[in-house]
């Protein structure tokens, strides 16, 4: 039978909306597929060309070496050397199971690790720079670099490189200012200076290392090779960028007054610190901190976490902590020239006004004592300083307290002359110290962190150097050469220049001072003298050390007690006199009296720095002092 199909009944509408909506979605699915084929094919074929053309090339990084770091006279501080360095690209290595463990065992043997060890170290050094090589093991023989190229099959992604390494030519002199190179750290990695780095450059981190960072860091090189579909290099060199090196940091200090200051703290077996710098222009010729620390530690790939915790531990008195510029203590008798300067400017001394000294003074219900109940009877400025009578000052400090917040001239002068701030000099990590007022004592009061609010007797304290001042020894030397040079706060710096490879100077380093104070030459002129007399003339607190010195010097003895420690010993040296060029300040942790320990220390530190023969130095050892300040 024969059916007449195109007569039949058209199809329902629902029916007929579905077709049509099931072929626009097809249709738009074509376009989709048709324009992303036409994109890829057309639009950025060159580009994906060019990608699948870089697979087969890499590129390695050719590490650039770093400037040399040299004293005043050329004496090397810190050089580079070439070392051989165990390395794992860990994205050559098997991705899992057995054989990863194989190989990793492997290089466990040969890296003299533990297995655990090479595993751990992966694990971090790949969370913290996924990118770079896992350095396992620095300086390995040659012997391991030929065996690992005869058995390349049994390592994957293991190879021994040439890097360049911190070498400290001088041992661990000064180790605290020299600082140390690290790789950078991811977080670094976002600040502008590092922003045109990579994962596993090494920069800087801390001293002058991280400080001139820009001037010693070189520009890498790179090398682009041709490699197979796994990796492995497949022909000769496609080309080469040559590293350039990095430019030379030329510093203020002499290496032989390093030395010579290191070597005077090593003796007294105690920790200390010292700087010696130059009034007028705030080049620091030494500076030292003991204990110290062996600054090729941190040239190594992996530093054991006992070796680091050690150089912090309070047991073995922190050897990492700088001691001029980080640690701050109290400072005894070495203060009395700024309660000098603040009694003179604010009217309440002149140089030639008397204070009687019976050896006591009661203020409010208080008895203030001098060192030893020793007498001094009716003494000027000059004298005062000479024999360090802590009455003549505990009356300074008494007449000048004020109870506003900010506290009277006392505190006024420490802020002027840079106490309770950092001096800017071109060390990281400076403390800043304590420059104790009203406002001050009294919140902590509030805060319930001490027992009692200001009260007269802070001031009488303060005004001797005792009490909740602090301050480090570098803050020390600053503040006594604004009184040497008439009233410039320096800026302390360390850098002095940097130079090309061909030794052309491309940058000197000269900062001006911060600002300056208002010292009249007749102030200056007294303190001096009064110093002098302290340091050479019979009385004076420290002439058992400086009688019979050849040149002649001024200078100032401090006990300071710092509970729960032994008194702590300082002796700070301006030198020659009249015209100071030289400022030596130097403390000694639970030292005892400063003519005991600090200032023995200053005379070594001085001989190197003013050229003087220790045997043309007469023994005054047995001369009779004032007191022991």
């Known amino acids: 039978m024969f059916v007449d199909n195109w007569r039949r009944p058209p199809l329902p509408a629902q029916f007929a909306l579905r077709v049509a909506v099931l072929g626009g979605i097809a249709l738009v699915l074509f376009a989709i597929v048709f324009l992303r084929l036409w994109y890829l094919e057309v639009l950025s074929g060159d580009r994906y060309l060019a990608e699948a053309q870089n697979n087969q090339v890499r590129e390695f990084t050719v590490q650039a070496p770093r400037g040399e770091i040299v004293d005043r006279e050329g004496t090397p501080l810190v050089e580079n050397r070439t070392a051989l360095e165990l390395q794992v690209e860990t994205n050559e290595l098997p991705l899992k199971g057995k054989r990863r463990q194989r190989v990793l065992d492997r290089v466990a043997e040969v890296a003299d690790m533990s297995g655990d060890r090479v595993r751990k170290e992966i694990r971090r050094q790949t969370r913290e720079l996924p990118a770079s090589p896992v350095s396992l093991r620095r300086d390995v023989p040659y012997e391991l670099v030929y065996y690992l190229r005869e058995n390349q099959n049994r390592f994957p992604g293991v190879s021994v490189e040439r890097v360049h390494v911190r070498r400290y030519p001088q041992g661990d002199l000064a180790a605290h200012l020299l600082g140390y190179v690290r790789e950078v750290d991811r977080d670094d990695l976002k600040s502008p200076p590092y922003e045109s780095l990579s994962p596993g450059d090494m920069v800087g981190q801390d001293g002058l290392e991280r400080t001139y960072d820009s001037i010693l860091r070189g520009v890498n090189g790179a090398t682009r090779v041709q490699v197979d579909a796994v990796g492995r290099p497949t022909g000769g060199q496609l080309s080469v960028r040559e590293p350039r090196a990095g430019n030379d940091l030329v510093v203020s200090l002499d290496a032989s007054v390093q030395e010579a200051g290191e070597a005077a703290l090593e003796r007294r077996s105690l920790p200390g610190a010292f700087v010696a710098m130059d009034v007028n222009s705030g080049e620091v010729v030494g500076m030292g901190s003991v204990p110290t620390f062996d600054p090729s530690l941190f040239a190594r790939p ?3 976490q006992a070796e680091f915790d050690a150089l912090t531990a309070e047991a073995n008195n922190a050897p990492i902590t700088n001691r001029a510029t980080q640690a701050v203590y109290p400072v005894g008798s070495t203060f009395k020239p700024f309660a000098a300067l603040a009694a003179l400017d604010s009217g309440d001394l002149t140089p030639e006004r008397v204070i009687s000294d019976p050896g006591s003074i009661e203020i409010g219900d208080q008895v203030f004592t001098n060192a030893g109940e020793v007498a001094h009877g009716d003494v000027a400025l000059t004298q005062a300083l000479q024999v360090s009578s802590d009455v003549f000052f505990y009356t300074l400090g008494m007449e000048m307290n004020e109870a506003t917040d900010e506290g009277g001239p006392l505190q006024e002068w420490l802020f002027d002359l840079g106490f309770g ?93 911060r600002r300056e104070v208002e010292i009249a030459p007749e102030w200056r002129q007294t303190i001096l003298d009064g110093l002098h007399g302290a340091a050479m003339e019979p009385g004076g607190t420290s002439f058992g050390v400086f009688g019979g010195y050849p040149i002649e010097i001024a200078g100032k003895t401090g006990t300071a007690e710092r509970p729960p420690h032994e008194d702590q010993s300082w002796y700070v040296a301006l030198a020659p006199y009249p015209d100071p060029k030289y400022v030596v300040a130097t403390t000694i942790e639970e030292g005892g009296f400063g003519a005991d320990a600090a200032a023995p220390a200053t005379l070594e530190i001085l001989n190197e720095l003013l050229n003087v023969n220790p045997n043309r130095v007469e023994d005054v050892s047995g001369a009779e002092s004032a007191v022991l300040d």
């Open 302 to 304: 992996l530093i054991p």
């Open 421 to 513: 701030a950092t001096t800017g000099i071109d060390i990281p990590n400076e403390g800043e110290g304590r420059v104790p007022t009203p406002e001050w004592r009294n919140d902590w009061y509030r805060e319930g962190l001490t027992d009692r609010p200001w009260s007269i007797g802070d001031n009488v304290q303060l005004a001797i150097g005792q009490g909740d001042f602090q301050a480090n020894p570098l803050q020390m030397a600053v503040a006594y050469a604004a009184i040497a040079n008439g009233g410039e706060i320096v800026r302390p710096h360390v850098g002095l220049e940097a130079t090309d490879s061909s030794g052309q100077v491309i940058q000197e380093i000269d900062p001006a001072p």
